[in-house]
């Protein structure tokens, strides 16, 4: 199992730009799939954006042309540059690595987008 860790959250106001971080704690092989996911109290968590071996990325509708999912190959590291936030991003973010076949996911991170 892979621990995941997950940080960058924080309190930002409207227009504002975040960028989250997530990486496996310890050492893992090869280039895995890795999502974002969010969830707000009160509703159903959902993918926010995500990225493939092959360097694919797909986006939530409502998240295309502000948010971009990266990856930094040396360190394992995957990065959600969000921009134009808006107060409906609001939630607690989560990040999956998935890796052997099973979804590894973290504690998540809150982002507060309010003036």
């Known amino acids: 199992q892979v621990h995941v860790v997950e940080s960058g959250g924080g309190l930002v106001q409207p227009g504002g730009s975040l960028r989250l971080s997530c990486e496996p704690s310890?050492?893992?092989?090869?280039?895995?799939?890795v999502a974002w996911h969010r969830q707000s109290p009160g509703k159903q968590r959902e993918l926010v954006a995500g990225?493939?071996?092959?360097?694919?990325?797909k986006y939530a509708d409502s998240v295309k042309g502000r948010f971009t999912i990266s990856r930094d190959n040396r360190k394992s590291t995957v990065y959600l540059q969000m921009n134009s936030l808006k107060p409906e991003d609001t939630a607690v973010y989560y990040c999956?690595?998935?890796?052997?076949?099973?979804?590894?996911w973290g504690q998540g991170t809150q982002v507060t987008v309010s003036s």
């Open positions: 999956m690595i998935f890796y052997w076949g099973r979804e590894n």
């Open positions: 990225i493939y071996p092959n360097g694919a990325t």
């Open positions: 310890g050492r893992i092989s090869g280039i895995n799939p």
